[in-house]
């Protein structure tokens, strides 16, 4: 019987696939394929037409699988596929009333299955050849759409979903993940397409421009080293796996054996050096907008804030005086809005010494260990100012700026770093000489460090490719060369977080490809700022980030999320993002807004008392099976979905984000038996095991079978807006013979990442239990299957502990919760490893 609440529910009814998708199935014999939809009304009644050589109807039928979240109702269809391709149209009616969608599902058989495939182009300007703009054969408009990554901005490069027909004339794009449209092409391809530029040459695509071949994809080569043969790579990979992955690891393969780096290995900065930690491996903070945007710090509300900070007892560990803090001069590199750095001291309205102002925060807040300054790649945002004492000490001179070095980038009115006259030819930066860049930056760093500082922000980098002609594009590798130079001989090695740095060098080039750091990482904000004042800017940061992360986690680059607020502006969608990165987790809050639960699901405490950041081992990936899916779009419908593994724990998470645009409808997934074997990894999948699932904000459970069909669905989850959803997916390891329990442990519930605690975990026999060692204290869990848990002991450095016990419902399973702080198992030496934690099955009577 229909509850009489659920049948006053406005009706939401969503598919899978979407309208509008692209999918392809097997011509095997008797081939079918299976849709599914999604609705809050269980008396829905749900129809697709197939459009084809015989055109016909199915009615979709409820079926009953798990729900997770706000109750939804699974619906499934069954289609006849042949040797033609179909579309299929979606309908639905309700108390009546008969909505059909306007997009069709394209279905695309596979009647060619084709060979992976390679192809290359190589540009080479010869000397005294500036620019070219070269024709890319093998990419045709007209068969392929997906994600192209188009540089909209100066300082940022985006993820954007578009036919190669639409392909930008003017913006450049930089990085491509493509599937077919043409039913020629073995419709299960995926094609990465990759410019590679080099320390020579910088390359990025767009479309064909006025006088060029029409349709064509074209290559835009830009000299950056004078006299010199200059050459730029072009690559592209077709795989036709189900791994999307393939084909980009296929194309960065091809760019990285171009370059002569297959086989440079990319190493983390070390994890001490000049005395301290690495400033990102604690809980960092920044004053940007926690004093406010565009609010310069002074000692008072320095002070201010951090007193708010102590008072609240927050284990800082690093600290960054973001913009405003430096000595600048206005109305001397153009119009009076643009301002320049007039020298290396702090500004005179701090009213105390660079070295007073540190002290503040040193004094205030114990913990932090690591300072850092905000500064910009040319000293300030519109470079050094022309009448400061620098320009003579460091013999600088004027350097032009052109937008035809970037062309397609429209000036709005407002730029914060750079804005730009509508009369351009008097535009200028005042820079230190190519031959004087590092010592400008190593004298720069030098007395930042005497003042107590240990690293440094950099920012506004891209902006530097506006930079004019040959000469100018020189200009800007020094700066870049030098400054890095500068900072790992002063701070020590990765040290600085590359912020606004989207452009060739970085995701395209020398840099991103480690060539310019010999395969020493370096930490790289991986998006635009998370809190502006735009549409969709908080789901549309999570997506950028999972996107661009795709490109960048293969590079010799640590991906930076950007700072957020614990207490502001969705502050768990955010910081659910930062646990599952490798870069800094940078909060911004405003004086005494905090919100403690929040921050200490990012943080735990050592054996040795120290707080460090609990993260993900691995940067986390969009789940590759749902890359094309329209997670952005109105209405109900998918979610944001990624994965991170923890090889140690033989374990991975799947977290899911409501994406929906405008944040006006709730999303909703069906996950199948794919998604699940995709987070894990195949090759991981550990012999005659089952897994557990743990949804770990709606506190539910579910076993799964890695034997299960790939395409059979697991649950349905419908999350609200604002929302997200951590899943934890670990192996239920036996214990006890065939007397025994299976026990599998979710880690630290407790924490974002709860599996990133875990160190080691193995099956003993002597004495017979499951061992688990973890680095940090919390609330670590296990999931036992049984309801019978009187013969469970639970050991926590060698000592029997209590521990909670809670019935899940559905599965007969106990969840069994274990506190381990230093009042259990104690605190411990320095240099203990964390707490030992046995579960033991005690004999029967």
């Known amino acids: 019987m229909v509850s009489e609440v659920l049948l006053t529910l406005h009706p939401e009814v969503c598919f899978q696939p979407a309208p509008g998708q692209v999918v392809f199935a097997e011509p095997t014999t008797g081939t079918t394929l299976t849709v599914y939809a999604i609705s809050n009304r269980p008396d829905a009644r749900i129809t697709v037409s197939i459009s084809s050589g015989s055109p016909s109807a199915a009615d979709f039928k409820l079926i009953k699988i798990p729900s997770i979240g706000l109750g939804h109702y699974t619906f499934k269809a069954i289609v006849d596929v042949k040797e033609d391709s179909l579309n299929l149209t979606y309908s639905y009616t309700v108390d009546g009333n008969t909505i059909t969608l306007d997009r069709a599902v394209t279905v695309i058989p596979r009647t060619c299955q084709t060979s992976e495939d390679e192809f290359q182009t190589v540009v080479e300007l010869q000397p005294g050849q500036d620019r070219a703009d070269i024709k890319i054969p093998w990419l045709k408009i007209d068969d392929w759409q997906g994600w192209v990554w188009v540089r909209p901005r100066n300082t940022w490069i985006e993820p954007r979903w578009i036919t190669l027909k639409e392909l930008p004339v003017l913006l450049g794009s930089h990085f491509f993940l493509l599937q077919p449209v043409n039913s020629t092409i073995d419709p299960a391809s995926s094609f990465c397409v990759y410019p590679c530029s080099t320390a020579e040459a910088t390359v990025h695509l767009t479309s064909a421009r006025d006088g060029e071949e029409p349709n064509t994809v074209y290559a835009r080569v830009r000299r950056t080293k004078a006299d010199c043969t200059a050459k730029v790579y072009v690559v592209g990979k077709i795989t036709t796996g189900a791994d999307v992955f393939e084909s980009i690891d296929g194309a960065i393969g091809m760019a990285k054996q171009y370059l002569g780096t297959s086989n440079l290995i990319y190493e983390m900065p070390p994890t001490h050096d000049r005395g301290t930690l690495w400033p990102h491996s604690q809980l960092g903070f920044c004053t940007w907008s926690s004093i406010g945007e565009y609010v310069r710090p002074t000692n ?346 923890f090889p140690v ?127 940090f204290e919390g609330k670590l869990a296990f999931v036992a299957q049984t309801i019978e848990t009187a013969r469970i002991q639970i050991l926590l450095n060698s000592d029997p502990v209590s521990y909670k016990v809670e019935t899940l419902d559905g599965i007969s399973a106990s969840l069994l919760t274990v506190d381990v702080n230093s009042g259990a198992g104690g605190r411990g030496t320095a240099d203990a490893v964390g707490w030992t934690i046995d579960i033991c099955l005690v004999a029967s009577q």
């Open 300 to 645: 008072e509300n320095l002070a201010r804030l951090v007193k708010s900070l102590k008072d609240i007892d927050l284990p800082i560990g690093s600290f960054i005086i973001d913009d405003g803090w430096q000595d600048i001069r206005a109305g001397m590199n153009g119009i009076l809005d643009t301002k320049g750095l007039w020298s290396f001291d702090i500004w005179d309205g701090m009213n105390i010494s660079f070295r007073e102002s540190v002290d503040i925060i040193k004094r205030g807040l114990p913990t932090v260990e690591n300072i850092g300054v905000w500064m910009t790649l040319h000293g300030y945002w519109n470079s050094i100012a022309s009448k400061s004492p620098l320009v003579a000490k460091y013999k600088m001179r004027p350097y032009k700026l052109s937008r035809d070095c970037v062309p397609g980038l429209i000036y709005k009115g407002f730029e914060m770093q750079t804005c730009t006259q509508p009369d351009e030819k008097d535009y200028i930066w005042w820079l230190p000489p190519k031959e004087l860049a590092y010592q400008f930056w190593k004298d720069y760093f030098s007395v930042c460090a005497a003042a107590g500082i240990t690293f440094a922000k950099v920012d506004d980098q891209a902006y530097c490719s506006f930079l004019a002609g040959v000469e100018g594009a020189e200009e800007a590798f020094a700066l870049w060369n030098g400054m890095n130079k500068a900072a790992d001989e002063i701070f020590g090695e990765g040290r600085v977080i590359h912020c606004m740095a989207h452009y060739e060098r970085m995701f395209n080039g020398d840099i991103g490809m480690g060539l310019a750091t010999n395969g020493k990482r370096v930490v790289f904000r991986n998006t635009n700022d998370f809190g502006l004042p735009r549409p969709n800017v908080h789901r549309d940061h999570i997506h950028y980030n999972l996107m661009n992360c795709i490109i960048i986690s293969r590079m010799c680059l640590i991906p930076d999320a950007d700072m957020f607020m614990s207490a502001a502006q969705w502050p768990e969608y955010h910081a659910v993002l930062r646990a599952f990165f490798q870069g800094p987790v940078l909060l911004s809050d405003r004086a005494g807004e905090h919100d403690l639960e929040v921050i200490h699901k990012l943080i735990g405490r050592t054996r040795s008392g120290v707080y460090e950041v609990i993260q993900a081992p691995n940067t986390i990936r969009p789940l590759r099976s749902r890359i094309w899916e329209p997670t952005l779009d109105s209405g109900i419908g998918p979610s944001i979905k990624a994965a991170s593994s």
């Open 649 to 775: 724990a033989n374990s991975s998470s799947v977290i899911l984000w409501s994406s929906r645009d405008s944040a006006a409808h709730a999303s909703t997934d069906i996950l199948f038996a794919s998604d699940i074997i995709d987070a894990l990894g195949p090759e991981e999948l550990l012999p005659d095991t089952k897994y557990l699932l743990w949804f770990n904000d709606h506190r539910s459970a579910m076993y799964f079978n890695p034997s299960l069909s790939s395409g059979t669905p697991i649950a349905e989850i419908t999350l609200p807006p604002e929302t997200h959803e951590v899943i934890t997916i670990a192996p239920s390891y036996s214990i006890g013979g065939t007397d025994g329990i299976e026990i599998a442990c979710l880690g630290l519930v407790d924490k974002y990442a709860s599996l990133a605690a875990i160190t080691e975990i193995q099956v003993l026999t002597a004495p017979e239990c499951l061992r688990t060692t973890v680095k």
